[in-house]
């Protein structure tokens, strides 16, 4: 079992930085088997929405086209978290943001019912 905290979520105004990071509970995240960490996120009234990805055990990384070139998704080794370094917010990246931990890593990436874990989320707000 694999508990996800996010933190770092907040109030920011449009072209403004966030960094959000993502801790295992009480354990280093090389402790479980992990395919996959990543993030999604979720506005009112709308699916939950992949956001970015990496493997875990080689450090490939994947994008929604909608942040692409915006976010950058990393692994902080020392502090033993996985980071969102948002840039460039809008509005429209408005929304509850969700760590989430993949098993086995397998099948399409952007795919919520591929992750098994999940975070409590954590709250971005985009001021215009």
């Known amino acids: 079992q694999v508990q996800l905290v996010e933190s770092g979520g907040g109030l920011v105004q449009a072209g403004g930085p966030l960094k959000l990071s993502c801790a295992a509970s009480g354990r280093t995240f090389s402790t479980y088997a992990i395919g996959w960490l990543g993030w999604f996120r979720q506005a009112p009234g709308k699916r939950r929405e992949f956001v970015a990805n990496t493997v875990w055990s080689v450090g490939n990384t994947h994008y929604a086209d909608s942040v692409k070139g915006r976010f950058t998704i990393a692994r902080d080794s020392a502090k033993n978290t996985l980071d969102l370094q948002m840039n460039s917010l809008k509005p429209e990246d408005t929304a509850v943001y969700y760590c989430?931990?993949?098993?086995?890593?397998?099948?399409?990436?952007?795919?919520?019912?591929?992750?098994?874990?999940w975070g409590q989320g954590t709250q971005v707000t985009v001021s215009a």
């Open positions: 989430a931990a993949a098993s086995y890593g397998r099948g399409p990436v952007a795919d919520p019912a591929m992750y098994n874990f």
